[in-house]
């Protein structure tokens, strides 16, 4: 076994590309993401104080209390994660299933993004046969 190359590990900082839940049939998302740690958001003050609580209940994968504190740390994570398109640019029209699969590959990276495929899938098969 190999000791893991410095070089190796820098390109984690230079993201992956990522299929997100598309944004209707005809307009997939697909943006570049890096992997996140919560405890380093927090420890750097990236996540503000008054947040800090919601933040341990995600880390800690306890029921969320608060869903606004929630979301507003989602959005600190998302904003950190996406590297393209910025966060600025896609904040207002970001769906909540886009919102929890970056969330998602910031923990896990692509498995995070395996069940929530599933429920993409489920959602476009029952859509179908409605029509």
Do not use: H, W
């Given at each position: 076994?190999?000791?893991?190359?410095?070089?190796?590990?820098?390109?984690?900082n230079?993201?992956?590309?990522?299929?997100?839940?598309?944004?209707?049939?005809?307009?997939?998302?697909?943006?570049r993401?890096?992997?996140?740690s919560?405890?380093?958001?927090?420890?750097?003050?990236?996540?503000?104080?008054?947040?800090?609580?919601?933040?341990?209940e995600?880390?800690?994968?306890?029921?969320k209390?608060?869903?606004?504190?929630?979301?507003?740390?989602?959005?600190?994570?998302?904003?950190?994660?996406l590297?393209?398109?910025?966060y600025?640019d896609?904040?207002?029209?970001?769906?909540?299933m886009?919102?929890?699969?970056?969330?998602a590959?910031?923990?896990?990276?692509?498995?995070g993004?395996?069940?929530?495929?599933?429920?993409?899938?489920?959602?476009?098969?029952?859509?179908?046969?409605?029509?």
């Open positions: 076994m190999e000791v893991t190359k410095l070089d190796d590990l820098k390109k984690f230079d993201g992956e590309v990522v299929e997100l839940p598309a944004f209707d049939d005809n307009t997939p998302f697909v943006a993401l890096k992997r996140l919560l405890l380093a958001l927090c420890k750097a003050g990236a996540i503000p104080n008054q947040l800090l609580g919601a933040a341990q995600i880390f800690e994968g306890r029921q209390s608060n869903i606004k504190n929630y979301a507003d740390v989602l959005d600190v994570i998302i904003s950190q994660a590297i393209e398109p910025a600025d896609v904040k207002d029209v970001l769906t909540d886009q919102r929890m699969a970056i969330f590959y910031t923990q896990s990276g692509i498995k993004l395996l069940p929530l495929r599933e429920i993409e899938r489920i959602s476009k098969d029952s859509t179908l046969g409605k029509k």
